[in-house]
């Protein structure tokens, strides 16, 4: 299993972003996957989940402004980011995890904001957000 984003550059605060995760390999409907932050000199975050069924659930810093969404069909997880601040700069990584049926069905989706959960992890692409 194989992860790259794209999208990332240089942005203007208030405006808006497409970051593109694309997966290659053998990847299964039930993954899991996740797109993570990581600012300067900080500890990587999960900012976006989205489930095999297409549920999601968000960081509370970043709920309303972040839209994650995939498209088995075509293998990619994409993260939509608007009213962009300065404090979202940083490296954006998606990550991919297969969780067994039973811990997925006894876990909350959000378990799968800690980095820890995820086996497979892209490069990252780096987003700065300018005042």
């Known amino acids: 299993v194989q992860l790259m984003e794209s999208g990332g550059g240089s942005f203007q605060s208030g405006g808006s972003l497409k970051l593109s995760c694309v997966t290659t390999?053998?990847?299964?409907?039930?993954?899991?996957f996740g797109w993570f932050r990581q600012g300067l000199g900080k500890e990587r975050e999960g900012v976006a989940i989205?489930?095999?069924?297409?549920?999601?659930t968000y960081a509370d810093s970043v709920k309303g402004r972040f839209t994650i969404s995939r498209d088995n069909a075509k293998n990619t997880v994409d993260l939509q980011v608007s009213s962009l601040q300065p404090e979202d700069t940083g490296t954006y990584f998606c990550?991919?995890?297969?969780?067994?049926?039973?811990?997925?069905?006894?876990?909350?989706?959000?378990?799968?904001?800690?980095?820890?959960?995820?086996?497979?992890w892209g490069q990252g692409t780096q987003v700065t957000v300018s005042s």
């Open positions: 990550a991919a995890d297969y969780p067994s049926e039973g811990v997925r069905a006894g876990s909350p989706l959000r378990r799968w904001l800690q980095p820890h959960e995820y086996p497979y």
């Open positions: 390999g053998y990847i299964h409907s039930s993954y899991v």
């Open positions: 989205i489930d095999s069924d297409g549920t999601t």
